[in-house]
């Protein structure tokens, strides 16, 4: 197929953080793989609560960073592809309050369907984001494969007493969201062909929108916790803070940032297939989620925004970042006690 002519949604089975395996299975998968810290002294953060990247001290009062993430495509246009499967990977380090150094590209390519060419664009658009943001793409891996896939392994640094989990909240934070949820909602749409032509190229817009304010926003004294929204949707993120932290919380429906005109949308069936799935992994642990509410809360997100607890100390300061870099700036919610043997998340207003 030629350059010009390739929609290259139409050759994945999944789209974007959509395609991320759900978090009940993934705890299945994972159960016998938790890192036993006596062996791995160093190692400031594994995979024993499923945060954003690793993190290894280097003895120095830093800390050596290193994550990954790949995935199928969520939009068409190969350069953007490339872009956003870029900036989602970087976002990783960003969510742990680090820098990132370096990256190395992982490409999966159909080379009986797809043209080398096209997959080029990919990678240049992979490349045009790090190079945007000060490092380089200093190399990678690729395999023959029935999907294309593209992603980053990165590798970053923080300064350990800036480093950022998402299992260190504590009752009474505050929590922010720095981009708008239905991503995943406006490319379902799109990949059905009803979006309509004012909500043309926002998620690419969106997803394009690097996270890096999290290095800035890690060194604000009361920032507790930090975690980038992907693909478990704002509820599922929310959960891992809450079960890392033995903590319940609670959203104000009207303060969540959404991007304009989604119920539309969902009436008309442009609900992502993750978006259940997503649901059923947290349904144990919610109050007051309206089917309405399920879709929007759970939506896969591909590159969103960071969710951040922020003690009562530290708001001030926060929001004044926030607003000064354009990104919404209101609390969302709160992180409360444990009441009873499970975290809860409830939903008001």
Known sequence: MTNSAVRLTQYSHGAGCGCKIAPDV???????SRINPDLYPDLLVGNHSRDDAAAVDLGDGR???????????IVDDPFD???VAATNAISDIYAMGGRPLAAIAILGWPVDKLAPGIAAKVVAGGRSVCASLGFPL????????????????VTGEVAIDHLKRNSTGCVGDNLYLTKPLGIGILTTAEKQNKLQDHHLGIATQLMCQPNQIGQQLAAIPGVNAMTDVTGFGLLGHLLEFCEGGNLSAQLHRPAVPLIEGLSDY?????????TARNFN???DHTTSFSAHDQAIF?????SGGLLLAVAAHGTDEVEKQLKAAGLPHHS???????????CQIRLTG
């Open 26 to 32: 993934l705890g299945e998968i994972l159960s016998g």
């Open 63 to 73: 800390a050596v960073l290193t994550t990954t993430d790949f995935f199928m495509p």
């Open 81 to 83: 592809f490339g872009r």
């Open 138 to 153: 200093a190399g990678g891996h690729s395999i023959d494969c029935p999907e294309p896939i593209f992603g980053l392994a």
């Open 266 to 274: 969902l009436a008309q069936g442009c609900t992502p297939g993750g």
């Open 281 to 283: 992994a947290c349904r």
């Open 298 to 302: 759970c939506d896969p997100q591909t």
């Open 332 to 342: 969302i919610g709160k992180l409360e006690p444990v009441t009873g043997n499970r």
